[in-house]
Each structure stands twice: as C-alpha cells, then as structure tokens.
Nanobody, 126 residues
Framework: QVQLVESGGGLVQAGGSLRLSCAASGRTSSRYAVGWFRQAPGKEREFVTAITWSGGSTYYADSVKGRFTISRDNAKNTVYLQMNSLQLEDTAVYYC???????????????????WGQGTQVTVSS
C-alpha cells in the first residue's frame, strides 16, 4: 500500500505560479510511476501529467504542455508539479496517483493508477 498526500494548492491570480507536492508513504520501496489528474466541477477527471519511477520519461496533456513541469525526488518520496502561467481553466481539484507493479495501461489513463491522494484545490482568479 502506498499513501499519497498532496499539498501546495491555493488561490492564485491568472498568470501566476504554484507548486504542488505529492508525498508518498507506506510501501515506497516499490518502484511506482506517479500521475497528476485534475477535476473541475461538473467535469470528468482528466490527465495532467505523469512521470516514471526513474524520471526518465514524462508525459503531459496538451493543455499544460510548456506551462507545467513534473519532477520527483525519490530520496524524499515526493513528486512535484510546478505550474506556471496559470489560467482560469486550470481551476480544479488536483490529485496525484501512483501505480503498482501489476498496473497496466497508459500512463495517461486514470485506470492505470491504484493509489490516490485526497486532492488539493487550485483556484485561479482573474
């Protein structure tokens, strides 16, 4: 089991920046990829970005490419999401998720991930 806790959300003006963190605990000796997803009110949960265990591969939704950066520090069991040039459309609850050794599917699919955090609210104002 892996427990995930997101932090760093908040209220920011359009054009501003935030950095989200996803701290893992539990069976962190296992190698796991991490994805970030977000869900706005009345909308489906959507993929934002993902990173493999080694950090050698990263994936981004087109809507955030060039603005968001995912990274990880395995020594700290933490994954980061740096969000720059935030737009009103980025307002959502942001969730991090971790896969497991038996996970299947694309890194961009929420169905790949077995463990989820509770989410952190990001609100972008005009």
């Amino acid at each position: 089991q892996v427990q995930l806790v997101e932090s760093g959300g908040g209220l920011v003006q359009a054009g501003g920046s935030l950095r989200l963190s996803c701290a893992a605990s539990g069976r962190t000796s296992s190698r796991y990829a991490v994805g970030w997803f977000r869900q706005a009110p009345g909308k489906e949960r959507e993929f934002v970005t993902a990173i493999t265990w080694s950090g050698g591969s990263t994936y981004y939704a087109d809507s955030v490419k060039g603005r968001f950066t995912i990274s990880r520090d395995n020594a700290k069991n933490t994954v980061y999401l740096q969000m720059n040039s935030l737009q009103l459309e980025d307002t959502a609850v942001y969730y991090c998720a971790a896969d497991s050794l038996t996970s299947r599917g694309w890194y961009t699919s929420r169905y790949r991930y077995d463990y989820w955090g509770q989410g952190t609210q990001v609100t972008v104002s005009s």
